[in-house]
Structure formats: C-alpha cells, structure tokens
C-alpha cells in the first residue's frame, strides 16, 4: 500500500481559512469512509481530529472540518489561530491497515 | 484521560533486536473493543503503520515487517510491547504506541504516546 499524497506545506493568515487535500486510490479513500486526521505538535502525542471522513472527537473545536470526493479527502482549518501551526497527517484504514500522508506542515503567518 | 509512554533503548546496533514497550494509563488494556498498535515515522518516508495487538493476544502485522517482527501484551501490567529483529538503518525512526478503536464508530487511532526515538548504528 502506498503512501496518501498530502502537499508538504499550506500557510495562511491568523483568521483565514485554509484547506489540505489527501490523495489515495480506490484500494483506501475511493471504496472506505475511514478516513482521520491527525495533528502533531512536534515532540508531543499525535492528536485524533477527524474520523470517519467529517466527525470530530469529542470536544474537539469545530474549526477543523473534514470531508471526501472520490479517492480525495480534505481537511478544512477556519479562523486559523497561532496554535494551529503544527503538522498534519490523514489516514485511511483499508485491509486491516492503516495507510498515512506524507504529512503537511501547516504555518500561520 | 488515557495516556500512552513508549520506554526503550535509543540506540541499537545494525542486526540486533529493537525493543519497545508502551505503557497505558487511564484506560486497561483489557477494555473492549480496543485494539493497541504501533506505528513509526521514518526521517524522511513519514508514517508506517506497524501492527496491532489485542488483549487475548490476537495480532496483525504489517505485511512488509512481518518476518522480523513481534507484538506481545502484558494485561497485569497494562502494557504491550513491539520486538523488530534484524535492524537496519532503514528502521531508524521515531516508535510510537496508540490506542486503536478499529472496531469503534471511530476506526481511528484514537489516543498516542509521544513517541521515542530509535537510532540504528554501529
């Protein structure tokens, strides 16, 4: 299984909108609504923000939204904030695996 | 709040064995439907999913490491751990350990250790 294409860097200004896009084939996001997404603050534990495709964990801010076309998934930051600069990685779980992004580095300008 | 600590040796040689273990706080390791998993990131290939275990012992490893490698679980110790053999310098990375709700509504990795980093060199 091969990796899931993310673009290696996205920035924005403090209160825009931003977007990632995550590219995979019809072996993972095509043909699975089990797509999640992860931010990491390098040094510190991954954090869950997005699964199945649109849902958020529990108490998590509903300025990360998620969504899918075809074999591409997208995260969506609105308003970004400071400490939304950190890295961001989407997963597909597919043949009782979990496929990873190359990961995209998110600055706030 | 479950937590995750991944302990281990930083460095190992090129052939020897690579162990880890992860500790799980705030949830036992027995909890259904919760599987536990380790993952790594290499330098520069980003994120590889290693494979699960869960609490009875039943595992699942990544097709590409599976000759080389072993998970086992310690349920009285609420800890599980990953055992790579034959490293190289390919398995330079940083290990992490993370809950894994396949079988939830979430089919994520739910909850992550910080991760630790694993040198291989002479």
């Known amino acids: 299984q091969s990796a899931l294409t993310q673009p290696a860097s996205v920035s924005g200004s403090l209160g825009q909108s931003i977007t990632i896009s995550c590219t995979g084939t019809?072996?993972?996001?095509?043909?699975?609504?089990?797509v999640s997404w992860y931010q990491h603050h390098p040094g510190k534990a991954p954090k869950l923000i997005i699964y199945?495709?649109?849902n958020r964990p529990s108490g998590f801010s509903s300025r990360f939204s998620g969504s899918k076309s075809g074999n591409t998934a997208s995260l969506t930051i609105s308003g970004l904030q400071a400490e939304d600069e950190a890295d961001y990685y989407c997963?597909?779980?597919?043949?009782?695996?979990?496929?990873f992004g190359t990961g995209t580095k998110v600055t706030v300008l | 709040q479950v937590q995750l600590q991944e302990s281990g040796p930083g460095l190992v040689k090129p052939s020897q064995t690579l162990s880890l273990t992860c500790t799980v706080s705030?949830?036992?390791?027995?909890?259904?439907?919760?599987?536990w998993s380790w993952i790594r990131q290499h330098p520069v290939k980003g994120l590889e999913w290693i494979g699960y275990i869960y609490y009875s012992g039943s595992t699942y490893y990544n097709p590409s490491l599976k000759s080389r490698l072993a998970i086992s679980v310690d349920t009285s110790r609420n800890q599980f751990s990953l055992k790579l053999s034959s490293v190289t310098a390919a398995d330079t990375g940083v290990y992490y350990c993370a809950r894994d709700c396949r079988a939830c509504r979430s089919t994520s990795l739910d909850y992550w250790g910080q991760g630790t980093l694993v040198t291989v060199s002479s």
């Open positions: 199945g495709v649109t």
């Open positions: 019809t072996n993972d996001i095509a043909n699975y609504n089990y």
């Open positions: 705030g949830d036992s390791i027995t909890t259904n439907p919760y599987y």
């Open positions: 997963s597909s779980y597919a043949s009782r695996m979990y496929i």
